[in-house]
């Protein structure tokens, strides 16, 4: 019981941080502090181009699709170069590189998509140390000065499509969802050593078919035996008193006791694919599946199957579905694969507005995940439109930004700033008045 009251205790401290503006100034994990895609800051830039409020571009080497953290005066982001693994770290004042680390990729043969390049997780930082994966090469730690802490080889990973989760750090574990693919697991490891403390196994069935004489019955078998997996990074929220890890698998939506792994519930109701971390809003948790797949909302808590008790409402097919949404006063803002905004009911699941979102891009395709600053809703489209829309049951579109770069990124924000990554640059966007 000592144990766990004292991560309880951990975890409530890392959750509140230090301040109020610490905690508005930092971006220090994928979807921010708490992995919500929501910041408390509300005077961010709502209007830019190419020229106006640009602080500074700095030209990136390769495409990628990882969204940067932001630490005090330090920008982190993961880039490929080739067979090299990098991460950067970068002077927010102006963007010039102030160290990267490098691994060289000692499996050569692994897949992905050609929209997902390599090195496509985001980083993870504490402000005293960076920790990022780079699928089957590793996962990898670092100070904040660049000097490596430790290196964990957590075996190969191998997706048609690739790896795209990102660790997080909550009190002294980092979490990773490592897949998918035959090897899927959810692990925590000592953030100052890199010592697994535990690892929950999930057999998604990944390649494995039935044997049947039929030629064609087995090739079909085979392609949807692989169009499954996890690509969600794991949220923390508050359930019944303590905290709980929620993460989607294929099929389910499932929540774990941080300290021990412990499976606590889950619900069933997804499709084989979901790419979304879970989004939530007083009691209820929200999980979307991928690939035109279903979205479920739930009652968390209980133990068990709740499926039956405390599922409140399943949309068995959806639009395609790979960037997050946000929750703000019982409503649902989502942009999906498609360019199509949606806003929905919390409480029903019932649509509530739906609106194409259209800009000077050549794509209106969208995998990025929603920032929510106030009532704001920025997003950024595979053509390099940023939009920011308002997060109210009336749609509103504030502004259409043209970038004129493709992006598969999320908008960040860090001390009234916004942080925009596309395929060939990093961008600061400030009101320069």
Request: charged share 20%.
């Amino acid at each position: 019981m000592k144990r766990l009251s004292l991560f309880a205790l951990g975890i409530a401290l890392a959750l509140l941080g230090p301040a109020a503006p610490a905690r508005a100034a930092n971006w220090p994990a994928w979807r921010g502090p708490l992995g919500t895609g929501i910041t408390e800051e509300t005077k961010l830039p709502v209007k830019w181009s190419t020229t106006e409020n640009v602080k500074w571009r700095v030209a990136l080497p390769e495409s990628g699709n990882s969204t940067p953290i932001v630490w005090g005066d330090r920008i982190f982001l993961t880039q490929s170069v080739g067979q090299q693994r990098a991460l950067w770290c970068l002077a927010r004042a102006d963007g010039r590189k102030l160290w990267q680390q490098e691994i060289t990729a000692t499996l050569t043969d692994v897949p992905t998509h050609q929209t997902n390049p390599y090195c496509s997780s985001s980083p993870v930082t504490d402000g005293e140390r960076v920790i990022v994966w780079h699928g089957s090469d590793g996962l990898h730690c670092y100070d904040l000065s660049g000097k490596k802490l430790w290196s964990r080889d957590l075996g190969g990973q191998r997706h048609i499509w690739g790896y795209g989760s990102s660790p997080m750090i909550v009190g002294d574990l980092c979490f990773l969802n490592f897949g998918p693919g035959e090897r899927n697991f959810l692990v925590a490891v000592n953030k100052r050593t890199g010592r697994t403390v535990w690892q929950h196994d999930e057999d998604i069935g990944y390649g494995k078919v039935a044997p049947t004489p039929d030629a064609k019955a087995a090739k079909n078998a085979q392609t949807a035996a692989t169009y499954l997996g996890s690509w969600t990074t794991p949220v923390i929220k508050r359930i019944d008193g303590r905290e709980q890890l929620l993460l989607n698998w294929p099929g389910r939506l499932a929540a774990y006791e941080p300290a021990t792994g412990k499976e606590l519930w889950a619900c069933a109701g997804l499709n084989p694919l979901s790419y979304t971390s879970p989004i939530y809003e007083g009691d209820t948790v929200v999980a979307m599946g991928g690939f035109n797949g279903s979205t479920i909302a739930v009652r968390a808590g209980g133990s068990g199957d709740i499926t039956a008790s405390r599922r409140i409402w399943q949309h068995p097919r959806t639009k395609q579905r790979i960037g997050s949404g946000v929750i703000r006063d019982g409503h649902i803002f989502i942009h999906n694969d498609p360019g199509i905004a949606e806003c929905f009911e919390l409480a029903t699941g019932k649509l509530v507005w739906e609106e194409r979102l259209t800009g000077a891009g050549k794509s209106r395709q969208n995998w990025s995940s929603v920032l929510l600053s106030g009532d704001n809703c920025y997003t950024i489209t595979q053509g390099g439109d940023c939009f920011v829309f308002k997060a109210s049951p009336k749609f509103e579109l504030v502004a259409a930004n043209a970038l004129g770069e493709p992006s598969n990124s999320s908008v960040v924000a860090s001390n009234g700033e916004l942080f925009i990554r596309t395929h060939a640059a990093l961008w600061c966007i400030a009101d320069q008045r």
